[in-house]
Structures are given as C-alpha cells and as structure tokens.
Nanobody, 121 residues
Framework: QVQLVESGGGLVQPGGSLRLSCAAS???????MGWYRQAPGKQREFVAR???????YYADFVKGRFTISRDNAGNTVYLQMNSLKSDDTAAYYC????????????????WGQGTQVTVSS
C-alpha cells in the first residue's frame, strides 16, 4: 500500500523552471514511477516514467526539457522541468505501478492528488 503526495507546482514565466516532487508513504523499490498531466478540458496524458531498474521514457513533447529521477532511499520521485511553455500548464500527477525488475506489471497501481503548474504568457 503506497500513498503518493505531489508538491512543487506553482506559477512560472515562460522559459522558467520548476522541480516537482512525489513523496511516497512506503518503499518505491518495486514500482515503476511516472508523471502524467491534465490540462482543463483535456484528457490526462503521459509525461515520463522510470522503471525499477532505472530505464526512462519521455513523451515527445517534453524530450530535452524535462528530467525524471528517483531516490529509492528517500521514497521520492522528481520531475525537473526546464524551458517551460504555456502549453505545459496543467495539473501534474504522480503514478506508481508495481512491477518486476524486468518491468512486468504485478497488479497494484496508485495515483497522487496532483500539483498545479501554471506557465504565464
């Protein structure tokens, strides 16, 4: 059982940076961790994920700008966001899926409550 709490969102100017944090109540060692976002009136979309063994995958629209990382000892996942654009404005959600080391899902999935990122004009 894992509880996820996101933080670090806020209001930034275009071209600015933010670092989002996802703090878990328990160990994330056996979980693939990811970030998703949802803008008003739109569906939730994938942003980035990092596997148990550290393999990383990004959505095309954030490649070269965002970096996902994990701190297993601190039970925390981060999303460093640079060169922010107005289109990045959304609620950002942390996701955890229990997997094997080879990234095969073993069943449990969790979501955080979200943190708002607003990039002004």
């Amino acid at each position: 059982q894992v509880q996820l709490v996101e933080s670090g969102g806020g209001l930034v100017q275009p071209g600015g940076s933010l670092r989002l944090s996802c703090a878990a109540s328990g160990s994330i060692f056996n979980y693939r961790m990811g970030w998703y976002r949802q803008a008003p009136g739109k569906q939730r979309e994938f942003v980035a994920r990092i596997s148990v063994r550290g393999s990383i995958y990004y959505a095309d629209f954030v490649k070269g700008r965002f970096t996902i990382s994990r701190d297993n000892a601190g039970n925390t996942v981060y999303l460093q966001m640079n060169s922010l654009k107005s289109d990045d404005t959304a609620a950002y959600y942390c996701n955890a899926i229990q997997t094997t080391p080879s990234d095969t899902r073993t069943g449990d999935e969790y979501w955080g409550q979200g943190t708002q990122v607003t990039v002004s004009s």
